[in-house]
């Protein structure tokens, strides 16, 4: 079984802790609509990238700033259907606080309800679009969440589900564990592995008080 030390673990929000797919689903395709834009095209590719980068993408004729914050208060009012995804709670459970953080592409607002609503703990130093010019797949969001913790990046295990958070985790030097939550396999094929979910991960523990030891089970291949 795949055995991994590291420094530090972290984890995607969406997609990894949370499955949001419902309300994510819901807000773009309103958006898109109301604005006459291709709300299949739109939701394809929104995982893993900041709501103002993926507006200017698509409309870059809009006030960018402005329709993010109305689809950020979208999000936030919008929680049916989010539920925690499978092995999440009891591997934020087994991790000393003082050893993981959240890495997500959501604001620092739409990223507190989401965790507050599925009853997980709030990273104090959680990096969020807030905190970074460039999102994902540039590897800044991954390089500050590692500073957060004290640690450089190739001293962190990184938990993703989409290609721009792997590319971005992967940039920034972190070794990456794709989870085929969002994507198939294939999709996330950049990780330096793929795995279906959470629950295959075990926390071995410390090893001489510096490194946590990650175990993966119940994986073929």
């Not at 938990?159 to 030097?173: T, V, Y």
């Not at 564990?177 to 198939?184: H, L, Q, R």
């Amino acid at each position: 079984m795949p055995l991994f030390t590291c420094k530090a673990v972290l984890l995607d929000l969406d997609g990894v802790l949370v499955d949001s797919t419902p309300c994510v689903t819901r807000v773009w395709r309103t958006w898109a609509n109301e604005h006459g834009l291709d709300a299949e095209h739109i939701g394809h590719i929104t995982h893993g990238l900041k709501a103002i980068e993926l507006i200017r993408m698509v409309a870059p004729h809009l006030d960018a700033e402005r329709e993010m914050r109305k689809v950020e208060q979208m999000e936030i009012d919008d929680t049916d259907g989010l539920r925690v995804l499978p092995g999440a709670r009891e591997l934020l459970e087994k991790l000393p606080t003082a050893n993981y953080t959240i890495v997500t592409s959501g604001t620092r607002r739409l990223a507190t309800k989401r965790l507050q609503v599925a009853g997980l703990p709030v990273p104090s130093n959680m990096i969020t679009a807030d905190e970074v010019i460039k999102g994902k797949p540039d590897p800044e969001p991954y390089l500050a969440g590692a500073t957060s913790l004290g640690v450089t990046a190739d001293e962190c295990v990184v938990f993703e589900d989409a290609p721009s958070g792997i590319l971005s985790a992967k940039a920034a030097g972190a070794t990456t564990i794709g989870i085929s939550t969002t994507y198939k396999p294939e999709g996330i094929a950049a990780a330096d592995l793929v795995i279906p979910s959470l629950t295959c991960v075990r926390v071995l523990g410390e090893n001489n008080h510096k490194q946590l030891r990650l175990e993966i089970a119940g994986i073929s291949g």
